[in-house]
């Protein structure tokens, strides 16, 4: 029964050199999606004793998505598409009017407002 006790199954998980593609999940700009073998390792008193089939996992570095085969690029450009659509259709966040520091104009601040329409000094906000 001690066998049992000592005796652990792992898998070992190790990064190979290939080159990164873009991750279809969390849709990063760049790459973040690298290829990594997975190989289960049987050890006995610490020591491996029997190495098994590896497996090929694409592994995303930043959401930790998954994949048994390469995300396909074609894929990743429709869900992004798709996503700015979907962001396109949603009105933009409001956060009010505020005064520019500089030149006393009032401005509706907008997500994406970052200059003044006025003056073109920075807005804060
Ligand atoms: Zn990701
Ligand atoms: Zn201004």
Redo the contacts with the bound molecule.
């Keep these: 029964m001690i066998f049992f006790l000592i005796g652990s199954l792992a898998p070992q998980i190790t990064r190979l050199s290939s080159s990164p593609v873009r991750?279809p999940?969390?849709l990063?700009p760049s790459p973040?999606?690298f290829l990594n073998k997975s190989q289960n390792k049987l050890s006995v008193f610490f020591i491996p004793v029997w190495w098994f089939k590896p497996k090929y996992l694409w592994i995303?570095e930043?959401?930790?998505?998954t994949g048994s085969t390469r995300p396909n690029d074609e894929q990743v450009r429709q869900r992004e598409e798709a996503e700015l659509t979907l962001r396109q259709r949603q009105p933009l966040p409001t956060w009010g009017l505020r005064k520019c520091k500089t030149c006393d104009k009032e401005i509706n601040v907008s997500g994406r407002i970052k200059y003044c329409p006025y003056c073109g000094s920075p807005v804060q906000v």
């Design positions: 991750c999940s969390c990063d973040t999606v995303c930043r959401c930790k998505w």
